[in-house]
């Protein structure tokens, strides 16, 4: 059965950090690309960063670089988004989601209309 899980959100004070998971199982990464993308109540999903899993090329949001970090553990088949230094402006429903890239795809996009599976969410609250 194919699965995204992602896990790792919660409540945290302005200034502290997160690490959330998209655990993959019943198939392999490889050749995808991995998006993480989060949902404020009464805004549009937008993309947060993504990570060709194969090649490890990866993408930021302006508003998360420098305090963001996409990783991947090929062994877990695992895609992590280290989020430090977190605002309340960070608050969302997070999302991962894949898209088929094959052998040959390079680089990665954060746009949701290129993603066809997603996981069911992780909620994110930045608050004091």
């Known amino acids: 059965q194919v699965q995204l899980v992602e896990s790792g959100g919660g409540l945290v004070q302005p200034g502290g950090s997160l690490r959330l998971s998209c655990a993959a199982s019943?198939?392999?990464?490889?050749?995808?690309?991995i998006a993480w993308f989060r949902q404020a109540p009464g805004k549009e999903r937008e993309g947060v960063s993504c990570i060709n899993f194969s090649g490890g090329v990866t993408y930021y949001e302006d508003s998360v670089k420098g305090r963001f970090t996409i990783s991947r553990d090929k062994a877990k088949n695992t895609v992590y988004l280290q989020m430090n230094s977190l605002k309340p402006e960070d608050t969302a429903d997070y999302y991962c989601?894949?898209?088929?890239?094959?052998?040959?795809?390079?680089?990665?996009?954060?746009?949701?209309?290129?993603?066809?599976?997603w996981g069911q969410g992780t909620q994110v609250t930045v608050s004091s």
């Open positions: 019943g198939f392999s990464l490889d050749y995808y690309a």
């Open positions: 989601a894949i898209d088929w890239l094959g052998p040959l795809g390079s680089g990665c996009t954060a746009q949701v209309y290129e993603y066809s599976y």
